[in-house]
């Protein structure tokens, strides 16, 4: 992900989404639980206006951050992070034991070579955390307005990251009611892309939470979103306790 000539479409759809509380800490849950002590290096590869950071920041888990639109680059060094350009700076390869993307790859035309960049960016034994968009009937006039290139299968992320190195550890659909709530905005919604920020609400607080508990159930089936934990195969012979 580049940062040449780059300026992200949907900022007001990013702040909207900043309001969805149970959503939000679902995803920053998932990464906290990989986080087993405060020197992890961690990278958000895609941090926007720093939600996912800020949330983080608020457990004493602060992410160096990828980001390529001019703006939000400039709104996380305000916030204090360390904003890192992987084109420029070779020292982030094989630096971070713990690397997220949260709806980001399906921005990149070129997810292929973006999922091996991630990869390269984990040290050995380290873990990468992706969600995205799924499913390509779901693709909607949201999904136009932010720049998304694709929504994505569950087998085809898999076989994206395996493609790049990484061993699968964990794959699954998510937010199964959210297909449907997709499904019926896609017909029913408006058609210049935007969120009503009173329903996406009223969605975080009384259904997504059920959503959750069902997608145990619907996870190898469907969903509105896929999430892929994948890990860097250590080196034969390497300890797994070296952090040098």
Do not use: W
């Amino acid at each position: 992900m580049t940062k040449a000539e780059f300026a992200y479409t949907g900022c007001d759809n990013l702040e909207v989404m900043a309001g969805a509380v149970n959503y939000n800490r679902f995803l920053v849950d998932i990464v906290g639980r990989r986080v087993m002590s405060p020197d992890v290096r961690v990278l958000d590869f895609g941090a926007g206006a720093g939600t996912y950071a800020d949330l983080l920041s608020e457990r004493h888990i602060v992410p160096d951050c990828v980001e390529p639109d001019h703006d939000l680059r400039k709104a996380l060094r305000s916030k204090g992070y360390r904003v890192v350009d992987l084109d420029t700076e070779p020292s982030g390869t094989g630096q971070y034991e713990v690397v997220y993307s949260f709806n980001v790859l399906e921005h990149i035309k070129d997810d292929r070579a973006a999922a091996r960049r991630l990869a390269s960016c984990l040290r050995s034994g380290g873990t990468l955390v992706v969600y995205v968009p799924a499913f390509e009937m779901l693709y909607t006039s949201m999904d136009a307005k932010v720049g998304h290139h694709r929504r994505y299968r569950r087998r085809r992320l898999d076989a994206m990251l395996r493609e790049a190195g990484l061993r699968v550890v964990e794959s699954r659909y998510c937010d199964p009611i959210g297909f449907f709530a997709t499904l019926a905005y896609k017909f029913l919604g408006r058609s210049d892309g935007t969120i009503n920020c009173r329903a996406l609400k009223l969605y975080d607080r009384a259904v997504f939470p059920v959503s959750k508990v069902l997608q145990i159930v619907t996870g190898k089936l469907f969903g509105k979103n896929v999430l892929v934990v994948a890990v860097k195969p250590r080196l034969a012979g390497e300890a797994t306790s070296d952090r040098s």
